[in-house]
Structures are given as structure tokens and as C-alpha cells.
């Protein structure tokens, strides 16, 4: 009998000792599992957060470092009122006139300042590059290839046209040479003739490196000036080699929200009118660099 009642209390230890070990095994099961997946979570959302910063942020080489490449003087001759309200992607000159280009589907237009002022709305596309060539303006559109040719003297749309570019799309144009000179904010810039065929491209780098989201353009004696979108600087680019020789800091004109996105030499060699997205004023601005 007493054997037994000891068998039996081994029997009721070891029974519980078992029951102990499951309610172990579950608690720390119970214990392990929100934790794991809360790490799983977690490195999800940094892996998501990863992503959107690469995405949308700008590749870092956009910005030539400054001791790299000697940035050029200019100063301030004055400014002009601007409508702070316009989404500016281009400016152009011609026939004594400043034009301007403003984007965003709904809102696009083209647009003459000054005391003759005039607009002419693109409600079905988004509009952005303008340049004046001969009594006429050539606009671009974003998306789908299509530009316009309008009168510049009422901005009425004469004709369309197709165009072809590496990435499909218009940024920036210019008049250059025999020709025109456009953007797609790859790192091409794409050499087109008067009838809008492309002539030849030409990759921009900066020490070797591709240099992207080129937008509006002006051509020179010197080179190619060109903004760089969502950048307060300019850059000039050899037309042959691509290479970018000279830097333009405009960060001390920085009028937040906006950002740089219309150039265009004025009559005289060395300024330019400068403006950009959102931005009140257009800057008239001297940069000796360009005196010859």
C-alpha cells in the first residue's frame, strides 16, 4: 500500500510536471509570437520608408559639389512682379516680348508679360518647355509626344507635331545653332532640326557622372545653360562633350516654396531673366562669365 500511494504521487508529480512544462511551452509560444511579429513589422515599414526615400528623393549627384567645380559670380540687377500663383516650367524671348510657359493639367498655359500682356490656356495637356523662334513659339507637353507650334503674336496654336525623346517625355527647350536643344529629365539632351527630327543626343555628366532631370535650357556662345529640377543651381554644359565646366549657385535668390525652372538671356550678353515654381518675383540677374 505504501509503495502504491508513492507510485501514485510519482505518478501525480510527473503528470504535473508535464502539465507545468505545456503551460511553459504556451506562455513562452504566447510570448515569442507578438514579438516576432512586431519585428517583422517593424522592418517592413523601415524597408517601406527605404524605398519612398530612394524614390523620391533626387540622385545625390544632382549637386555639383562647389569644390569641385568653381562656382561663378553674378549679382542682382533688379526684379520684376510675378504671378506667385503660376506653376512656371519655362521662360523665352523674342520679338521684344518675355514669354512664359506655366504647367499642371487644368492649369496649363502660355503667357506674354509685360505691358502687352497676353495667355493662351492648354486645358488638355501639360505644358511645359517654350521657345521663340522666328515669329513663332515651340511649346512642349509632358506626355505623349506632342508639341506645339503657335503664332507669337496672339499665342494661337497653329499646328501640333510628334516628337520622340529617351524617356518619352518634354522638359526644356531652346534654340540653338540651326536648331533646337530639348530636355526629357533623363541626362540626354536631344538635338533636334527646324522640322522637329532629332539630329543627335548628347549624354551631360558631371566628372563622369550621369547629371539627370535637366529641365529649361538657353544656349550661348559659352554653352548650354540649363536648370536642374528641384535644385537651386545652374549649370553649363560644353554642347559637344556633354561635360558640365561651370556652376551657378542660386541658392541665396531661395524663395521656398518654389524652384528654379525658367532662364532666358536677355538682349544683353551677359544677364538673363530668372524665375521659378510659385516664386513672386523673376529675377534680372548679371553674370560676367558671359561677357565675350
Not at 43 to 60: D, M, N
Not at 86 to 97: I, V
Not at 213 to 227: M, N, Q, S, W
Request: aromatic fraction near 10%.
Amino acid at each position: 500500500m505504501i509503495v502504491a500511494r508513492r507510485c501514485g504521487k510519482a505518478e501525480e508529480t510527473k503528470k504535473e510536471t508535464k502539465e507545468e512544462t505545456k503551460e511553459e511551452k504556451y506562455a513562452k509560444t504566447k510570448s515569442f509570437l507578438p514579438r516576432r511579429f512586431v519585428a517583422k513589422a517593424m522592418l517592413v515599414f523601415l524597408l517601406v520608408i527605404t524605398v519612398c526615400f530612394l524614390l523620391l528623393s533626387p540622385p545625390s549627384h544632382l549637386s555639383p559639389p562647389p569644390d569641385e567645380k568653381e562656382k561663378e559670380e553674378y549679382s542682382v540687377i533688379g526684379t520684376v512682379p510675378h504671378d506667385n500663383s503660376s506653376y512656371t516650367q519655362a521662360l523665352s524671348r523674342g520679338n521684344e516680348s518675355l514669354y512664359e510657359s506655366t504647367g499642371l493639367y487644368g492649369k496649363s498655359a502660355v503667357h506674354r508679360l509685360g505691358k502687352d500682356a497676353r495667355s493662351a490656356p492648354l486645358r488638355r495637356m501639360y505644358g511645359t518647355g517654350i521657345a521663340y523662334h522666328g515669329g513663332r513659339l515651340v511649346q512642349l507637353t509632358l506626355k505623349g509626344g506632342v508639341g506645339l507650334v503657335r503664332n507669337a503674336e496672339d499665342l494661337a496654336v497653329r499646328r501640333e507635331f510628334s516628337f520622340r525623346t529617351s524617356t518619352g517625355e518634354g522638359w526644356g527647350i531652346a534654340r540653338c545653332g540651326d536648331g533646337f536643344v530639348v530636355t526629357d529629365r533623363s541626362d540626354f539632351m536631344h538635338f533636334w532640326d527646324d522640322d522637329f527630327e532629332e539630329v543627335r543626343r548628347l549624354a551631360v555628366h558631371l566628372d563622369g557622372v550621369p547629371l539627370f532631370h535637366l529641365a529649361d535650357l538657353e544656349c550661348t556662345p559659352k554653352g548650354i545653360v540649363a536648370l536642374v529640377w528641384r535644385r537651386w543651381f545652374a549649370v553649363l554644359i560644353h554642347p559637344t562633350t556633354g561635360e558640365v565646366i561651370k556652376h551657378f549657385d542660386f541658392s541665396p535668390l531661395e524663395r521656398p516654396p518654389g524652384a528654379l525652372s525658367g532662364i532666358v538671356a536677355t538682349d544683353v550678353e551677359d544677364e538673363f531673366w530668372l524665375t521659378g515654381t510659385h516664386m513672386d518675383v523673376i529675377y534680372h540677374l548679371k553674370i560676367p562669365y558671359f561677357q565675350t
